[in-house]
């Protein structure tokens, strides 16, 4: 058997081994503890508190590292080091690509969080036109924005990708309509109201 869902991450009894979380990001932990206690994704936000702290000192004896960095969350895997981890996309994708003797990656998108990166100017910054003449550049190049998917596993908002990637490349992306109907979406308004509280209770839980 090989685990798929936030529950089967968080039974250590029927999934022995080693588990991973990135030490920056808390919401996504707790929004995995959420789903692994019964709440449906489009209902982790207003999160509970107390429900995903208790749900994640569960596990705690099994999270052997907290990664800091994309390229330790690879390392760890190669290493040995655990058998399961929430990490990014595009290094779960570069995983599976290089399998070796001892590392045979399995990716599942059940109870994933979709947490997007964003690409902003500076208001008053040096050079605030050229800036913005590279979003718009961004924005008008599809074929540009498909070159960068095609070698990180990284998307962009724009759905014109999905006509212009190979299945094999578009199934890796978190836009993917299969996965991104059942993701969880951040509520970064909650965390900013909260961030306080979350940030002390996870710097203490790690």
Excluded at 39 to 45: E, I, L, R, S, W
Excluded at 85 to 93: C, L, S, T
Excluded at 179 to 191: E, G, I, K
Aim: glycine share 6%; hydrophobic share 40%.
């Amino acid at each position: 058997a090989c685990p798929k869902t936030p529950q089967d991450l968080f039974d250590v009894k029927r999934f022995p081994g080693q588990r991973s979380f990135y030490v920056g990001d808390p919401l996504v932990a707790m929004a995995f503890a959420l789903e692994a206690d019964g709440v449906p994704a489009n209902q982790v936000f207003p999160m509970d508190i107390d429900r995903a702290f208790r749900k994640l000192k569960t596990i705690r004896p099994y999270i052997r590292v907290f990664w800091q960095s994309g390229d330790q969350s690879e390392q760890i895997f190669r290493s040995g080091e655990v058998g399961m981890a929430v990490i990014w996309n595009g290094r779960a994708r570069d995983l599976a690509m290089h399998p070796t003797d001892r590392l045979n990656m399995a990716v599942s998108w059940q109870g994933a969080v979709y947490e997007p990166s964003f690409e902003g100017v500076v208001k008053g910054a040096p050079h605030e036109k050229t800036a913005f003449r590279y979003l718009e550049w961004i924005a008008s190049h599809p074929d540009a924005m498909a070159a960068y998917a095609s070698r990180t596993g990284y998307g962009f908002a724009s759905h014109q990708l999905f006509k212009l990637l190979p299945e094999s490349v578009a199934q890796w992306l978190p836009e993917y309509p299969a996965h991104f109907a059942s993701q969880v979406r951040l509520d970064f308004q909650w965390y900013t109201d909260h961030k306080a509280e979350v940030d002390a209770r996870w710097k203490e839980f790690t």
